[in-house]
């Protein structure tokens, strides 16, 4: 009833054209406008549509995450360069049917590139493991071990202090985000009270098929990395290139936001593929429009920018 009075009156006073109230006010004001999609569209005999009310909650809860703490950070084990994590007090190994398998937590987080996180006074074992890329907020720290909270994971956490990298930046207003179920992505930026909605765009985010291909993991992330092109190698091999990915950005892992793939020999960039919002095809990373990624590589900056998954 306060949520539905409280657009009422934002309608009479003429404050907006098009927005939706759910917990953060989100408002539709485009700066990128190729490829964009309608709220509600079909796929097949689907409807498909952006989560705005998910959206919204997503949003809000990073607003009480940035207005509780005051110190950030970002987990980090990219390729595992910070250590192996250890076993997991309760720990699954899932096997595929195409003979793969992978050892992840209770909570179906896997253990490779991941961090640790341990519950205090029980540091025999990590509690459960949490994404490379998580943003944090920093509670405590000394000489061994950092005292955090993860966005998205209840409780505070002791991490080992080299999984952690402090950041300067104190508010996170430019937000990406990916919805796994309806294959597309979304940019908001948050203007005074407003995120203001500055894209709609498909996508095709990762296939859950070991051990070459990864679902994009859901979360809260922070940009990790760019790269103007990202080799990528040719499935079960170690050195061989088989392409490249423009306007790379990295979030999680081996997760990058990237445009079109473009496989050798072929040199020149792809805009768009008729595959881009059907089904998850990709690697673990997220497919865009080219146009898009590179709007997105200009946009969410390094280590300020953050990426939301949902499902």
């Not at 539905?4 to 009156?9: A, E, M, N, T, V």
């Not at 205090?120 to 405590?140: F, H, T, V």
């Not at 919002?277 to 673990?284: A, K, Q, V």
């Amino acid at each position: 009833m306060k949520n539905k009075l409280r657009f009422l009156i934002l309608i009479m006073l003429g404050v907006i054209n098009f927005t939706l109230i759910y917990s953060a006010i989100i408002e539709k004001d485009l700066t990128y406008n190729e490829h964009t999609l309608p709220d509600t569209y079909k796929y097949g005999k689907k409807t498909r549509e952006f989560q705005w009310e998910k959206i919204s909650n997503k949003l809000d809860n990073l607003d009480k995450f940035q207005s509780e703490n005051t110190e950030f950070g970002t987990l980090r084990n990219y390729k595992n360069i910070n250590g192996y994590p250890p076993l997991a007090r309760e720990e699954v190994t899932q096997k595929y049917s195409n003979g793969a398998s992978t050892t992840k937590d209770k909570y179906g987080i896997r253990r490779n590139q991941s961090i640790p996180l341990y519950r205090e006074g029980q540091m025999d074992k990590p509690e459960r493991y949490a994404l490379d890329g998580s943003l944090i907020s920093i509670l405590a720290n000394d000489s061994n071990y950092y005292k955090v909270k993860v966005e998205n994971i209840d409780g505070e956490w002791l991490v080992p202090r080299r999984y952690i990298e402090a950041l300067e930046v104190k508010k996170f207003p430019r937000v990406v985000v990916v919805d796994r179920k309806n294959q597309n992505i979304a940019t908001l930026e948050k203007d005074g009270d407003i995120w203001k909605i500055r894209s709609m765009n498909p996508a095709s985010t990762g296939l859950d098929k070991p051990p070459f291909k990864l679902a994009t993991p859901l979360g809260v992330f922070v940009v990790q990395e760019k790269r103007f092109k990202m080799d990528y190698l040719k499935d079960g091999s170690s050195t061989e290139i088989e392409g490249y990915a423009p306007y790379a950005s990295r979030f999680s892992g081996g997760g990058y936001i990237h445009g079109v793939p473009v496989n050798l020999p072929r040199t020149e960039m792809i805009e768009y593929s008729s595959t881009l919002g059907t089904t998850p095809r990709s690697h673990m990373c997220v497919r865009n429009a080219t146009s898009h990624a590179k709007y997105v590589y200009n946009w969410a900056q390094t280590k300020k920018g953050i990426v939301i998954v949902i499902e």
